[in-house]
């Protein structure tokens, strides 16, 4: 059969983001396959420096949706170095355990987002409904279930109370148990594991050479964790296995993942018998001396580096971000190669890509409804869904009842 | 002796000209500053014979007159060495280093594309992260650069 080249996207609705794949097949067998991303690129560096530091540290909050604690943190260490600041251990440690929650919620959705890709969607709606648990979790902490705005320079703007940590306690425990019920479907459920075995193949001298970070390296073998080997925030005060699997393939990913949700737990559970009484921030000057300095974090994802350089005033010289996905997805053409289009989604799926990340981008979105009220309670947000989908779809889902946790 | 001192000494012993330029931050961190000339000799032995096997990533800064490059390697995953190159804006050209990390070269295509470098010996492909369509000779990381620089048809006011 002669050889066949499909591009797919930038814009395709199969892809929940911008980015192209120039794929040569023979049948439906892949070739050779061309990766392109930049497509979100918004010029958020440039942006950090025209603003302070702090207002940088929200901007770089919204690099991406998910793992915004990751990129404000490894920001806001990196500027916390140049000022020299004796950090607060308890502000630490309500860092680290916002860090791991995240984690969690972002590993759950994963989750979720790779049993729809293989057609397991009983798993998306399970995974997802976990999920909440860590996402109310997540907002009774910071006040938000995204974008939590926790850090702060010097610290963290919210202490932890009693009877959060007592919720907090009591919420890991039923995560827990959802989480060993998922391990056992990685790992003894046939369909998944058929589905998955040998799909998507990086092998381990792959991905030294190519790179590969976080659970996409781990799962072919390389035993890299940066907060065992370049500890930070509370890490260094912390007990955990670094997970890794060999079988270099998504469900070794899949297994890489779904472990890594138990040592999260333990975490948290470490974090919050042993915090330290004491301040939560301490005050630093607006102005930070000039100097540099090169911040890294295991992101959900692999590891996130930030760089940044001062110059005396209050806003940065320089801000460098190189996000996770940028290592990785550069080893989705060697997955891919010899393999089958079919399996695209799902390979694609399993780095966990983002490409907001990558491509540093901001969403600017304008409402030209827009009134000058922009906060609106559930009860409206409610209301205005049930309403929507009435006029717009002809559906009535006001009959629908919430469970009362949510 | 730490780990970092040990690391400091070796490269001392090796290129004496490196003495008085290499700065031991904190734990885990050592800046340097590597004469143009020699930056790919000093990049080769810590990457083959000190084991920094990892390239992080690659930082380019516009410093007024010139254009640095920094190579932040790690060695077995956790001390960093930043490797920094500086050269003139009238003539800032580096060799690749795709060929010790294939996986670096979305970062050389964005000193080009943001910064104007040129990176020598990078494979054809297409820039990142500017799009197709984006003007020759502007970079819009350079600290003189404004989104007015754009000519009208690229500055997405005509939408």
């Known amino acids: 059969m002669a050889k066949v080249t499909i591009p797919i996207g930038p814009q395709h609705p199969a892809l929940k983001e911008p980015a192209s794949f120039n794929i040569t097949l023979d049948g439906e067998k892949i070739l050779d396959m061309i990766v392109k991303v930049g497509y979100n690129h918004r010029g958020i560096e440039k942006a950090c420096e025209q603003r302070t530091y702090i207002q940088d540290m929200y901007l770089i909050e919204r690099i991406c949706g998910i793992c915004s604690h990751t990129h404000s943190t490894c920001f806001i260490q990196a500027v916390e170095e140049i000022a020299g600041v004796q950090m607060p251990k308890r502000g630490l440690y309500i860092r680290t355990l916002v860090a791991e929650l995240e984690r969690i919620h972002s590993h759950l959705l994963w989750l979720g987002v790779a049993g729809h890709e293989v057609g397991f969607d009983t798993l998306l709606m399970y995974s997802w409904r976990d999920r909440e648990i860590v996402m109310d979790l997540l907002a009774m902490l910071t006040g938000n279930r995204v974008n939590y705005a926790i850090n702060t320079i010097g610290g963290v703007r919210r202490d932890i109370t009693p009877e959060q940590i007592k919720t907090t306690l009591a919420q890991v425990d039923v995560l827990e148990e959802r989480t060993k019920y998922y391990i056992q479907v990685a790992t003894e459920e046939i369909t998944l594991i058929e589905r998955l075995s040998k799909v998507g193949t990086l092998s381990h001298d792959d991905a030294i050479r190519l790179g590969a970070v976080g659970p996409t390296g781990r799962a072919s073998g390389a035993d890299i964790d940066v907060r065992r080997d370049d500890p930070y925030a509370a890490y260094a005060d ?11 393939d998504v469900l070794g990913r899949t297994i890489v993942r779904v472990s890594e949700l138990m040592e999260s737990y333990k ?16 005050k630093v000057p607006r102005k930070i001396p000039a100097g540099e300095a090169l911040s890294r974090y295991e992101a959900p994802r692999g590891e996130d580096v930030h760089y940044v350089k001062a110059n005396g005033t209050d806003k940065p010289e320089r801000v460098r971000v190189r996000a996770p996905t940028l290592a990785n997805v550069q080893a989705v053409a060697a997955m891919l190669k010899n393999g089958y289009l079919a399996d695209i989604p799902i390979v694609v799926a399993a780095i966990d890509p983002c490409f907001s990340c990558t491509d540093r981008m901001m969403v600017s979105m304008k409402d030209v409804n827009a009134s000058k009220e922009n906060v609106i309670d559930w009860k409206t947000l409610r209301k205005y869904s049930i309403d929507w989908y009435r006029q717009n779809r002809g559906l009535d889902l006001s009959k629908i009842k919430i469970s009362k946790r949510w | 002796m730490s780990k970092e001192e040990t690391i400091q000494q070796e490269l001392i012993k090796n290129f004496a000209f490196l003495e008085g330029k290499i700065r031991i931050a904190r734990e885990r961190r050592i800046f340097i500053d590597v004469p143009a000339d020699k930056f790919m000799e000093v990049f080769d032995y810590a990457v083959k014979k000190m084991n920094f096997n990892y390239l992080c990533i690659i930082s380019g800064l516009d410093e007024g007159e010139n254009l640095s490059f920094i190579y932040h390697l790690a ?16 003539n800032p050209v580096v060799r690749t280093v795709t060929g010790y990390f294939p996986s670096c070269e979305l970062y050389e295509r964005e000193l080009e594309d943001l910064l104007g470098a040129k990176v020598e010996g990078l494979p054809k492909g297409r820039r990142y992260p500017l799009p197709e369509d984006w003007p020759a000779g502007q970079h819009p990381l350079l600290k003189d650069w404004k989104p007015e620089n754009l000519p009208e048809s690229n500055s997405g006011k005509s939408n």
Do not use: A
Request: net charge positive; hydrophobic share 40%.
């Open chain 1, 238 to 248: 912390l007990s955990f296995k670094v997970c890794v699997d060999n079988h270099n």
């Open chain 1, 267 to 282: 975490m948290i559970r470490q974090l919050l018998k042993n915090i330290p009484e004491g301040p939560v921030v301490v």
């Open chain 2, 75 to 90: 060695q077995n995953y956790s001390i960093v060495l930043n490797l920094k190159i500086t050269l003139p804006k009238t």
